[in-house]
C-alpha cells in the first residue's frame, strides 16, 4: 500500500450503531487530520493530530471520537449519529502542520446514517 | 464563517477553451493551495503560493495569488477532458490549519 489509505469506503449505519472509521499513512509524516465534506459545503477540518496529540478540536459533537494510537494510524469512532452526519469523511497527512506542508488526501469514506 | 468564496460554483466549456476560476476572501493569508478532486477520490495538491503577486504554472494551469494575498486565480489554457473535476482553493492564516473554499465543479466536454 502506498499514500494514504481509509477503510471503509463505504458505511450505511442505523443512529444507534457504533462504528469506526480507519485511516492509514504510508509517507512516513508525522500530522493527521479528519475532514468532512458534505454537498454544497466547504471541507471542514475536524480534527487534527500532531505526533500524536491532539492540536485542533474545532467543536466537533462528541459523538464523534478521535484515536491516534501511533504517527500512521488515525481512527474516527462513530457512535449515535444523525442523518445530517451523512458526508464524505477524508484522511490526510503531512510532514509537519505549518501551512506551506501539502496534505496528502486519502480516498475517503462515504457514509450514510438512516 | 465562509472565509473563502470560489466562483463560479460550476463550468462547463468545450474541449480546447479557456477558463479562469477565482477564490477569494476579506482575510489576509500567509499561503494558499489549489487542489483538485476526482470523482471518488481525495483532493491532490496541485500548488501552494506564498508571496503576494506570486504566478506559478503547472504545464497549462496558470496560479496567481493577489498582490495584498486575499486571493486567487487559477487559469486553465486549451481545456481537456481530463481536467474535469473539482478545484478547491484552501488558504492558511493561522499559521496550522487550512480553510477550504466550497469549490469549483468543472466539466471539460470533448
Same mark, same amino acid.
Given at each position: 500500500?502506498?499514500?494514504?489509505? *481509509?477503510?471503509?469506503? $463505504? ?13 492509514? *499513512?504510508?509517507?512516513? $509524516? ?68 505549518? %501551512? ?5 488526501? %486519502? ?8 | ?110
Amino acid at each position: 500500500e502506498t499514500g494514504v489509505t *481509509q477503510t471503509p469506503r $463505504h458505511l450505511v449505519m442505523g443512529m444507534t450503531n457504533k462504528k469506526s472509521l480507519k485511516c492509514e *499513512q504510508h509517507l512516513g $509524516h508525522n500530522a493527521m487530520y479528519w475532514y468532512k465534506q458534505s454537498a454544497k459545503k466547504p471541507l471542514e477540518l475536524m480534527f487534527v493530530y500532531s505526533l500524536e496529540e491532539r492540536v485542533e478540536n474545532n467543536s466537533v459533537p462528541s459523538r464523534f471520537s478521535p484515536e491516534c494510537p501511533n504517527s500512521s494510524h488515525l481512527f474516527l469512532h462513530l457512535h449515535t449519529l444523525q442523518p445530517e452526519d451523512s458526508a464524505l469523511y477524508l484522511c490526510a497527512s503531512s510532514q509537519g502542520l505549518a %501551512g506551506y506542508n501539502e496534505q496528502f488526501f %486519502g480516498p475517503g469514506t462515504r457514509l450514510t446514517v438512516l | 464563517t465562509q472565509l473563502l468564496e470560489q466562483s463560479p460554483q460550476f463550468l462547463s466549456i468545450q474541449e480546447g477553451e479557456n477558463l479562469t476560476v477565482y477564490c477569494n476572501s476579506s482575510s489576509v493569508f500567509s499561503s494558499l493551495q489549489w487542489y483538485r478532486q476526482e470523482p471518488g477520490e481525495g483532493p491532490v495538491l496541485l500548488v501552494t503560493v506564498v508571496t503576494g503577486g506570486e504566478v506559478k504554472k503547472l504545464k497549462r494551469l496558470t496560479f496567481q495569488f493577489g498582490d495584498a494575498r486575499k486571493d486567487s486565480s487559477l487559469h486553465i489554457t486549451a481545456a481537456q477532458p481530463g481536467d474535469t473535476g473539482l478545484y478547491l482553493c484552501a488558504g492558511d492564516y493561522t499559521g496550522n490549519q487550512f480553510y477550504f473554499g466550497t469549490g469549483t465543479s468543472l466539466t471539460v466536454i470533448p
